[in-house]
DNA sequence: AGGGAAATTTGAATCGGTTCAAGAAATAGG
DNA sequence: CCTATTTCTTGAACCGATTCAAATTTCCCT
């Protein structure tokens, strides 16, 4: 007939293999995972077979389906940006490193999920993956997809409920670390530069005696970081209220409007505390244009030890935040299983040049000098 | 009974829900998968019993079986290091990004296999992935079980035979770029820095006059390259022959030797052309200890493009590689289907300021100098 | 050779859906 | 009201393996 060659040629399948060879389906699964228990002329027959109709072994489609483990955890890029921002270096590629460690010593793979938005849920209703690790601060509406397929979640940045994993960083203790450097090092006038998440444009400057409700910072991290340099300026004696606190935007043109607010507004400041090393650096920047000296005049403190931090002029004392180990630690959780667990990472404060103790008093030059910037 | 507490619950299939919702199961899974084929009455009841058994919706294992799509493509991590290898930025970074955007765009994940060595086939074998990007390098012996299992496949960086998907830079066109370049600004006296793959530790000068088939430069690219460099110097009436080679270590070291031998073996050189950033990096940085002047008195060009080319002093001109490119292209390609494509992608010159016209014959100052360092 | 233990092999159940031809019900047309 | 359509549903086949109790072989001793 004509339509012979026409005709689709079915894949083989293993039932296919185990007839050529004259073996039962069984057997022949067994040739291929556990050899084992196949007597060696047996198993090279159904080898033979294999080889003879092209069969490159089980499908994994069909083991997946019989023994449920995909073998694979799933990550879902964070925010609106898709998948490619994972890559973009920088936080996530450390984290993803951390992950990456794991599952490499499992055996397992790692499978980036993508979707936007709504999508991102459909993603997880899809995935071909064992448990999930999901960022709080947008994939928090997520876990509950999740959980319905039964699978292990892990929500970064946040306690979560008591019966789900999660993995944070110590940020209050960091923050403590930080002011103590400073005031073991003697300094008693402060300022924090804090971010704020609005989609604000202007900075806010809250004069001392403000009341601190009125912040903007969101993120439970920068509670936790003002919460911790609250703790120690009040063991210090030096109440939270009475130290200036400026809120920029978190772009780089925020965090320069931030810095120039401090010099202006605040100008006997002798130690700067802030949020992010994105603010500190910029502070760095504006001391330089403003020729005061850091850490003679002032001493400025990051957050985060990002790498630009160590390079910078001087080199940034900063808070280091183990961020592969975030990565590692999440990672083990999906892959060991049992009790909901909560890990909470300590950071570490890493002294370098951009802090020393106050000039003292009287031979401080007067801050406010106009910028050298036209 | 006693032993009912312990009894495990066994989790909630489509069948309970089509049972629980008086509805047949296929006609519960078009409520699922295909709602407009269902009366919207009987689409309420089946999401009612949905919700009141707590079924997360279909299993994607049953889906995978029936349907044989997995929706996510799959990337091997070159070498032996292992996944983190992936985020620890450059080239692996960028060419992630790449099939990250594409993956998006189709709504697949990206799946990166764990393994090393010969364990990298058995993750092949069970990818849940309906298509690889392979690293010619490394993991060419990983086409064919990729292939067996009837997967798409595109081999980076390789011809590849001609019924395999291949994506690779016209490094030969990206030389000639870099050669004329010099050629044109009236550079007559070159020589080439090379890398070798060997494992070797000391750099190896071939004198002019040398038969170059002595070179251990391993790779398909760096060929390309001096063949590229070949012809146009050739063109310019200057044969290969009479052109010093280094060939050097890939690691900052050997770059460093490298260099050294640059100066120290072939003084009379004005213009150097390399195979790799780092190479021209640590001719930069040799001239700079040995005060011989880029561009005045050398002129550099570099290959590949690394973000601190941009940033070295001078500004290194050398050749972009459209590695985010690379990466969407090897994933449409495996999205797209078809007959097998073999696609090439053009590079291109970045001019910069390590580059200039000759010095004048006598003003050169000898480049043989005692170099700075201790 | 005979009996029991150990080693292999078999066959059928199971994993959790999707799909499609065929039947049933609802709707439209005359 | 009856027939022709159109819209929904059903039921069974199928996707490709793994697993395990039971059946069969092989092996080892006496």
């Known amino acids: 007939m004509a339509e012979r060659s026409h005709e689709v040629i079915p894949p083989i399948k293993l039932k296919d293999v185990a007839k050529a060879a004259g073996v039962s389906q069984g057997t022949a699964s067994n040739a291929f995972n556990r050899p084992e228990l196949v007597r060696p002329e047996v198993r090279e027959r159904v080898a033979a077979a294999a080889s003879r109709l092209g069969y490159a072994g089980p499908d994994p489609r069909g083991r997946l389906l019989r023994d449920g483990k995909f073998h694979a955890i799933g990550v879902v890029p964070p925010g609106a940006f898709g998948l490619s921002i994972m890559f973009s270096g920088g936080y996530t590629a450390d984290f993803l490193a951390g992950i990456a460690e794991v599952c490499d010593e499992m055996g397992a793979a790692l499978t980036l999920v993508s979707g936007r938005d709504q999508e991102k849920a459909q993603g997880i209703r899809n995935a071909l993956v064992d448990g999930f690790i999901l960022n ?56 924090i530069l804090s971010v704020m998440r609005e989609d604000r444009h202007e900075s806010i400057f809250h004069a001392p005696g403000e009341p601190h409700h009125r912040l903007l910072t969101g993120f439970t991290h920068d509670r936790d970081r003002l919460s911790g340099y609250g703790e120690v300026l009040a063991e210090a004696g030096i109440s939270l209220d009475e130290v200036p606190i400026i809120e920029g935007y978190v772009s780089p043109k925020g965090a320069f409007a931030g810095a120039a607010m401090l010099f202006d507004r605040a100008p006997e400041t002798t130690a700067v505390l802030t949020m992010s090393d994105g603010l500190a650096l910029a502070v760095l920047d504006e001391a330089h244009q403003r020729s005061i000296s850091v850490p003679r005049d002032l001493s400025v403190v990051g957050f ?26 999440a990672a083990r959780i999906l892959f060991e299983g049992g009790p909901p667990r909560h890990v909470v990472l300590p950071l570490r404060l890493v002294v370098r040049s951009s802090t020393a103790p106050p000039r003292e008093e009287g031979t401080r030059p007067a801050m406010r000098r106009k910028p050298r910037r036209p």
Do not use: C, Y
Request: proline share 5%; charged share 35%.
């Open 304 to 329: 985060d030890d990002w790498a630009a931090a160590a390079r910078a002029d001087p080199p940034l004392t900063t808070v280091f935040q183990p961020v592969v180990e975030k990565g590692r630690a």
């Open 136 to 191: 709080r601060i947008e994939d928090l509406d997520l876990v509950d997809p999740a959980r319905r397929r039964g699978l292990a979640v892990v929500v970064m940045d946040e306690d979560g409920d008591s019966n789900t994993n999660s993995v944070r960083l110590d940020d209050r203790d960091g923050a403590r670390q930080a002011a103590q450097h400073l005031v073991g090092l003697g300094h008693r006038r402060f300022a």
